[in-house]
């Protein structure tokens, strides 16, 4: 195991109710006045967001809305985020919603005390120095931006889909309660768990050191992941899968599966983000298309650990039948394997390797995925 510093200073509510808890929380950081961030109306058809609000007016405290945050968050509503929180003079940043929303409240809060355009702490050229305070409550479990200092959302005029990631932009409280998830379509719960499961294999299969207790945790997610799955496709009122399900996400991608572990990345995200970006699919569903083919294309370089992850998810004793496992899950649970799925044909795969030549050079990952090496791997999902 390597040296690590492990710090993670989010507050987390778990449970049934817990959303009635935030404005308490926000008067504890002294917050007077928030920007409310959120995706579409369903909040105000389903009444959080009056719940939300009244918890607020309970507190005095403020708010001005900014609705309309899309799946695959775009910069250009982070800025005009931005010129809102400064117009309005907000103390804080209120996220309600899933990641996409949460992504686009950790650009605000980093983009209003900055001086340049908040791309500039997107493209790298600019680290992140201080932030907004951010506050979450979650209707999507996918993601772990609730318990994170990362974000990512794509420029719409570039496509560019890049991420942002400092300590200033851990929120300070982010509530979840698996109930506010129940409402969530089968598409994106199953496009959720590819996320996950993602979140999980990156460092898992990549990692120079990865050691054994953090193998077994990442195995435990992703059993978790897919057991709870589909018993939420029989029945999403289920709450103890839902909330076990919800926890997963948020453990998958808060700093525990990798701390100890050295010489990772991120390709298949680096990978995926270039669909999302240039064709606009669910991350989730771009995500299930990229793993299985960069799993066949990877396989042979840890082959002990393709093994590991074949016999402990899904008892089987080959790297081989343990990806046809995993694409056969994905199958089954109606969450894409094929680029035809996605609208995306063998013609387009230059344009890909190309845009994934900017992310990958985000990620540090351009020595070993040129456009020809990332095309190889996507013919294994034509």
Partial sequence: ??????????????????????????????????????????????????????????????????????????????????????????????????????????????????????????????????????????????????????????NDETQEKFFISAPALFPKVSIVNPRLMQSVSRDYLVYSAADVIAHCIEAYFTASVHPTLNSRIVESVINTIIETTGILLDDPANDAARGEFAWAATLALNGLTFSGCAGFGFPNHAIEHSLSALFNVPHGAGLSTVIPAWMKWYQSRNPAQFTRFARQVFGVDSPEAGIAALEAWFNKIGTPTRLGKLGIKESDLPAIGENVQMSVQRFGLAAQYSPAVVNDILRCAL
């Avoid at 009444?47 to 001005?64: K, Q, S």
């Avoid at 804080?92 to 919603?97: D, F, K, R």
Wanted: with cysteine.
């Fill in 1 to 154: 195991m390597e040296n690590f510093t492990f710090y993670n200073p989010t507050l987390i509510e778990f449970g049934a109710d817990k959303e009635h808890t935030v404005g308490k929380h926000l008067a504890k950081h002294g917050i007077k006045k928030v920007l409310f961030c959120y995706g579409s109306d369903r909040i105000k058809r389903d009444g959080l967001f009056t719940t939300v609000t009244e918890r607020l007016a309970e507190y005095g405290i403020g708010y001005v809305e900014l609705g309309g945050i899309v799946s695959n968050p775009v910069i250009s509503k982070v800025r005009e985020g931005i010129a809102l929180a400064r117009a309005e003079q907000v103390d804080a940043i209120l996220a309600v919603g899933g990641g996409s929303v949460l992504d686009s409240v950790k650009g605000i809060a980093a983009g209003v005390p900055y001086a340049g355009d908040v791309w500039d702490l997107f493209s790298g050229t600019t680290l992140v120095t201080s932030a907004l305070p951010t506050f979450a409550i979650m209707t999507l479990a996918a993601t772990g931006s609730e318990m994170n200092c990362s974000g990512v959302v794509t």
